[in-house]
């Protein structure tokens, strides 16, 4: 049933009283909230008692007061027992102006809950109760004074509502129950005689009505000839609304609020309700928990993957690892090497450059070279050479290996008289080699 009171026959069921209805076609669940679902039951005509009244035009609300104030005169059975509902019937009211007609609907609160609970063990909450035969009713059109009858099966016997119509209103509804066929004229007749005469105390009946049947071929054999007999004349039989079609009827009307008729009591309304909405809620709380645990399942899964690829990966660095202690250690070795080739290189070169520079006349006594950049030059010299020192510190100071500077820096040589030998003096000084790749 869509929201603007368009509501079609998507699919009948056929079924045993016994068996409980499919959950998907009755229970209501999350798509209820954007596509309304009506849960629409029928409850038999012989167990609820109609009364036709005129009340002025007014909206429901004051048509409501004004039913209530009414109620007690109306009802056969004490208030806090029955349940009741009206609806308005749609005519062209003849009789005085600003007047409408109501028929108004009181069953028994224990017949209504008895219904009611017979259907809730079938898994089927209803959102309305109704009568079939009174959308049947609404939808006939009346083409003169006459008695409509409109039967139905029930559970032991026969049921008829009958529509009495004069001078273009509905004056009298009212419900006949027969428990056999053989005293179905007999009965139907004291039934027509006690409402004609009704009619005729309060002067709307002035003629022998006529007799309508609204009834399928088969209900149509059994009363027509009954109605004939009880009428004297001919019966008009007219062809039903099948059950299907006043199903999406009843649902439109519903749905655009036209139909007034519910006697779903307010408590079990409320009840049901609150059995959706916690339904609702219950499998909103279910989904949450399911994703909830689906996300836990896949957070544990990655968690053990991650773990599974973290092992694989400590077994190949543990796998790697002693290669890569034994590339650091031969990597040291050959650095080591290299430093003392490069530091015996410097060694050498230092030597050649201070004998090659080495004036004659002076005397190295000691060469030393320590830190791997540092060249101690220590000699001995006539007293008439000293000058040739100088000179010779000076040629270290400018000393070249490959173009470049071979020392950052030469002392000053230090010079001293030998104690021995006052014709001789010593001399010394130190030099730092430049350069980088010998650092």
Known sequence: MSGNGNATLNQELTGLPSETLPARHVLKDWSDLWKPKLNLAWIPSDKVFFKVVEFPAADRDELIAMIELQLEKLSPLPLHQVVWSFELFPESHPGEEGMQTVIVIIASRVEVARHLGQLETKGYMADRLELPELHQLLSVRFTGDGIWFIPRRIENGH???????????????????????????????????????????????????????????????????????????????????????????????????????????EDLSEKYRQGYVDRIWMRGLGTVLMLYMMGILVYFGALEVLRYQKTQ??????????????????????????????????????????????????????????????????????????????????????????????????????????????QNMTWSFIAELKSDEIE
């Open 159 to 265: 049921a008829v509502l009958m529509a009495w119509w004069f001078g273009g209103m509905l004056r009298q509804l009212g419900v006949a129950n027969y428990s056999s066929a053989e005293s179905l004229e007999s009965e139907l007749n004291r039934q027509v005689d006690r409402m004609a005469w009704v009619g005729e105390m309060e002067g709307w009946l002035t003629e022998d009505p006529e007799f309508h049947l609204v009834a399928d071929v088969e209900q149509a054999d059994t009363w027509r000839p009954v109605l004939g007999k009880v009428s004297g004349a001919e019966v008009t039989v007219d062809d039903p609304i099948p059950s299907g079609m006043l199903a999406s009827l009843a649902a439109q009307r519903a749905s655009r609020q036209e139909s007034h008729t519910n006697l779903v009591p």
């Open 313 to 422: 990966l400590g077994t190949e660095v543990h796998g790697l690892s002693n290669s890569y202690t034994n590339t650091l250690i031969t990597r040291a070795r050959i650095q080591l090497l290299q430093e003392q080739i490069s530091l015996k290189y410097a060694a050498l070169e230092s030597l050649k450059v201070a004998s090659r520079e080495l004036p004659d006349g002076l005397i190295l006594n000691d060469f030393s070279f320590s830190r791997g950049k540092r060249v101690v030059l220590r000699g001995s010299a006539p007293a008439s050479e000293i000058g040739k020192i100088t000179d010779y510190n000076d040629r270290m100071r400018q000393a070249e290996l490959d173009g470049d500077l071979l020392f950052s820096n030469v002392t000053p040589p230090t010079i001293g008289g030998s104690g021995a030998n006052p």
